[in-house]
């Protein structure tokens, strides 16, 4: 499935960029994200819990940066196994735009769901997958906004 | 496998005293939703605390138009009280025709909204009637609880103890169900209430439970089926699943409003 959006973030590109490479940025965006951790440049290892209704799941995985592109954007990609309840990948296309001092940011994901946990919630992971890459932009402008007023 | 402790809590301060102590605890009430889930291994509750027994929490009552149902309730206990169906016979319809007869017999109005499944019959009900949700800490107004997909305004160790509504002058609900599930894939509960015409969507919308405030304005002037006719409904923001997809959908709401209020 695939998901979109664009958000206008009031901070400089050279900024955004920043913080979109900031691991601690991240940590804090990535919705139920309880550890990420730097491995290399573009490798993360993360460990994300899930609570969606009754269902908890924590994934173990991966986070890489793949073809990056500074200060333009770059694809953020990420796998993880949740033991009994399946696996989760997703990774999303991110791009920059100056506009003044402040950046547009659009975004083009996609996310898999397998094993039990997709026969299970079917009808709803299309919505899920939607909702909780949105949360990750949204919070990531929120992150941004905040610091900016802050000063 | 994993251990899971049962408690049976006998009254609602036991239960939040329960859960309080509780690692990773999990309210139990018919576990019609959560129990499942378990068998799947897809939650793994430290600790399971069972409300259903708590006096306070069961039956139905019906004082002139107000009335109040216990959260441990269960569906058919709602869909067969007698003087509930004489003050508001939308509500009793609307148990009667949740899930299946296991869901039905087990199944309670509170698991039912704190699960808050987008498609899940009462969340419609409870919007459209401007009910009060009373949990152990506070009241909650119905507008204020549903917060999102699988989101309520509640924390973790709160336990709903009753929900409160006023009988409105007419209302109807009208479903779509998925054949298999019985989960609606629409459905729409209006109502006539004293402060205006109130119209909620379950099912449909891909946030959980929601107002249609165009229909509630075109009924608001003209309460009949015909005065939706020119309200279009969009197809942003619906459900789009293997059952039906959001223009679908969309067109689903239509109709069952336009059922809802000529069954009114």
Redo the contacts between chains.
Sequence with gaps: MEMSGEYRIPAPIGDVWAALNDVEVLRICIPGCEELEQVSDTEMTAKVALK??????RFKGAVNFENVDAPDGYSIVGEGQGG??GFAKGGADVQLVEDGNETILTYQAQAQVGG??AQ?G???I???A??LADKFFKNFHDELSGAETAV | MYETKYHKASSVDEAVSLMGAADDGKLLSGGQ??LP?MK?????PSDLVDVSGIADMNGVGVRGNVISIGAATTHAEVAGNAALQNACAAVTDLAANIGDPAVRHMGTIGGSIA?????ADYPAALLALGATIKTNARDIAAEDFFV???ETALEDDEVIVSIGFEAPEKACYAKFPNPASRYAMAGVFVAKTAGGARVAVTGAG??GVYRQSDMEAALDGNWSAGALTGVSVSADGM?????GDATYRANLVKVMAGRAVAGC
């Design positions: 969606i209704g009754p269902v908890k799941a009994i309840a039990k946990i299970l079917s009808r709803l299309k919505s899920t939607a909702k | 939703t959560l889930t799947a291994h897809l939650a793994a699960n808050n499944d987008p498609a999102g997909l699988f891909d946030d459900l789009s699943d293997m059952h």
